[in-house]
């Protein structure tokens, strides 16, 4: 019978810890922080710890944490899956007559609203942590993939947090807005392809294993020779490979598989394999060369210092140091497709443009496009 009223009593500390007013409170850089999820494999379930990194001894906190669609708060019944981490951070005396170990604090959870969990944690006799930093609590959560994106990360919002000393002074941690999941999420993902039937040539790197589709062909460049790209085809999608590919016919549809990063690739965002670079979330690029179509078929152009954005899923030519300012294809022979890069046609016989399409009437030395095929100028 002692359980519930303990609840009940740490229920109601919860709510006289939510903070009313920010002018009573005193700043402080102690802080609250979020690890990355972590697969759970008894339970199935994934977690992530929230611990204190702090300079004062205090006898109670209490937060609000936001999580985004796709990830929920684990049950058990009816009670939410979040404990506390029983460590030398809160005190504990053992009692030999009953033979088990009393922690001096309670960490007790509610969800006042959809997405939104409230953690507090209070001692009934008022008693300080042993520690100033150290681990708090876990959370087990449930992650639904079907609402996950490819891209941005999930993240989560921490707020309301407050941290409180014997002496009922109540310090306002420092900021820790949000925190993006970056590993551990194993989940079936779907990323959409698109290949333009003008174009029929575009950049991919997915977060898994995937089987190429058909119609398509995918190509690594380590190699280039003049003005060209040296491609190479591959017979499957690797998972953080970036890759060139190709559709005759263009191509639309999906790709699905299961993700784990953290297995493998750790938490990096871009991946670099010969001359090119994928990025897993959308991505600022202001050097290397940027796939574009700029009026006679898609090349790769110099990105001369502008920004380019890039959706998750794309490449770019990042490990190139050359003065050209375009590469076209050079396919692998074995393939079958003939060159696609275009050269201008209908210009009149004789007249030189630059790469970019431009008529020039005194080219300086560099590549140029004459009479439908590029010369150099010494």
């Known amino acids: 019978m002692m359980k519930p009223i303990r609840i009940f009593y740490s229920m109601?500390?919860?709510a006289l810890f939510v903070p009313t007013s920010l002018s009573a409170q005193t700043p402080t850089d102690d802080k609250f922080v979020v690890s990355d999820l972590t697969y759970?494999?008894?339970?199935g379930l994934y977690y992530f710890d929230v611990s204190l990194s702090g300079s004062r001894i205090y006898t109670a906190y209490n937060l609000d944490i936001l999580f985004p669609e796709g990830i929920d708060v684990a049950m058990n019944g009816e009670i939410y899956r979040v404990i506390m981490l029983k460590s030398s951070f809160y005190p504990s005396t053992y009692d030999d007559i009953m033979d088990e170990t009393t922690y001096t604090h309670t960490v007790t959870s509610a969800m006042p609203s959809e997405h939104l969990l409230r953690i507090a944690c209070t001692s009934d006799g008022n008693g300080e942590f042993t520690a100033n930093t150290g681990n708090l609590f876990r959370v087990f959560v449930n992650l639904d993939a079907s609402k996950f994106t490819f891209s941005p990360k999930p993240l989560i919002t921490i707020s309301g947090g407050?941290?409180?000393?014997?002496a009922a002074v109540k310090y306002v941690p420092a900021d820790y807005s949000c925190r993006p999941f970056t590993t551990g999420i194993p989940a079936e993902r779907t990323l959409p392809i698109n290949i333009s039937s003008t174009n029929k040539v575009g950049t991919l790197i997915l977060p898994f294993d995937a089987a190429i589709p058909?119609?398509?062909k995918a190509y690594t460049c380590s190699e280039t020779s003049g003005e060209d790209l040296t491609l190479v085809s591959v017979d499957a999608f690797a998972a953080?490979?970036?890759y060139i590919v190709y559709a005759e016919n263009g191509y639309s549809g999906?790709?699905?598989g299961s993700v784990d990063l953290s297995a493998d690739f750790g938490t990096e965002d871009a991946f670099t394999s010969g001359y090119l670079t994928g990025v897993l979330s959308p991505t600022v690029v202001n050097t290397g060369y940027i796939l574009q179509n700029q009026g006679y078929g898609p090349m790769f152009y110099d990105a001369e210092g502008a920004s380019f954005s890039l959706p998750a899923g794309r490449c770019y030519l990042s490990q190139i140091s050359s003065s050209v300012k375009a590469f076209?294809?050079?396919?692998?022979?074995?393939?079958?497709i003939e060159e696609i890069n275009s050269l201008p046609s209908g210009k009149n016989q004789g007249?030189?443009?630059d790469l970019t399409g431009r008529k020039v009437s005194a080219p300086t030395k560099g590549f140029y496009i004459r009479d439908n095929m590029k010369v150099y100028i010494k």
């Not at 759970?40 to 339970?43: G, L, P, R």
């Not at 076209?328 to 079958?336: C, K, Q, R, V, Y």
């Open 12 to 14: 109601l500390l919860m």
């Open 162 to 166: 407050n941290l409180t000393t014997k």
């Open 40 to 43: 759970h494999s008894s339970s």
């Open 214 to 216: 058909s119609g398509v």
């Open 254 to 256: 999906n790709i699905t």
């Open 240 to 242: 953080c490979t970036p």
């Open 328 to 336: 076209g294809f050079n396919f692998d022979d074995a393939t079958g």
């Open 351 to 353: 007249e030189t443009y």
